[in-house]
C-alpha cells in the first residue's frame, strides 16, 4: 500500500521525508502515525527498486532528503493503479487511494478503478442490508441481548449510510467520465 500512496504522492513533485510523512498521517482516513523507522527504510527500498532517487539540497539548513519519482518509478506507479485490489482487509482504503490519483492515469484506467469500487460498495450495502434485517429479526424475537443488538443495527446503519454515499460520489465520477 506504502508503495502506491508514496509514488503518487511523488507523482505532484519531489519531496522532503518530512513533507512525506506528514502528508502520509493525513492521508489515512484513521489518523496514523508515521514513524521515520517506516518511513524511511521503504524510501531505501524504493530508491533501491530504481522508482525513486534520493537527494540533499545543500541549501537546505536540515539536509533533508528529497524523493524524487523517476520514470520507471512513474511507470510502476500507472502499473500498481491498473491492477485489481485484492479483496481483503485493506481493500477499501486502497480503493479510497486510487481515487486520490485518479487524476494521475487516463480514462480507461480512472472508469476500471470507480467500476472495481462500485462493486465492491454495493457488496458492502448489500451485506449491511442482509445484517440489518438479521439484527431486527433479534430484536423482534424480545431476545435477552436486544439492547445489544440494536447498537448493532445503528452502527450498520451508519456504515450503510457512509457506503452509500461513497457509492453516489462513485456514480457521479462514472458520469462524468461518461459525459466526457
Known amino acids: 500500500m506504502y508503495e502506491l500512496i508514496i509514488l503518487g504522492i511523488l507523482t505532484s513533485g519531489d519531496k522532503s521525508g518530512y513533507a512525506l510523512r506528514n502528508i502520509l498521517e493525513n492521508i489515512f482516513t484513521t489518523r496514523r502515525k508515521v514513524s521515520s523507522g517506516v518511513l524511511y ?16 539540497d545543500p541549501k537546505d539548513p536540515r539536509s533533508a532528503r528529497f524523493a524524487h519519482l523517476t520514470t520507471a518509478g512513474e511507470q510502476h506507479f500507472l502499473k500498481l493503479m491498473e491492477q485489481p485490489v485484492a479483496y481483503d482487509s485493506k481493500r477499501e482504503e486502497l480503493l479510497h487511494f486510487k481515487c486520490r490519483f485518479l487524476g494521475s492515469v487516463g480514462p480507461t484506467i480512472r472508469y476500471q478503478i470507480l467500476t472495481e469500487y462500485q462493486a465492491y460498495l454495493e457488496a458492502d450495502i448489500k451485506a449491511y442490508e442482509t445484517l440489518s434485517v438479521h439484527m431486527q429479526e433479534h430484536i423482534q424475537r424480545g431476545d435477552k441481548q436486544r439492547e445489544k443488538y440494536h447498537y448493532v443495527l445503528e452502527s450498520t446503519a451508519l456504515d450503510q449510510t457512509l457506503a452509500q454515499a461513497k457509492l453516489t460520489w462513485v456514480k457521479q465520477q462514472l458520469h462524468s467520465l461518461e459525459g466526457a
Not at 527504510?41 to 540533499?56: H, M, N, Q, V
Open 41 to 56: 527504510p521503504r524510501l531505501d527500498e524504493f530508491a533501491k527498486s530504481g522508482w525513486i532517487t534520493l537527494y540533499e
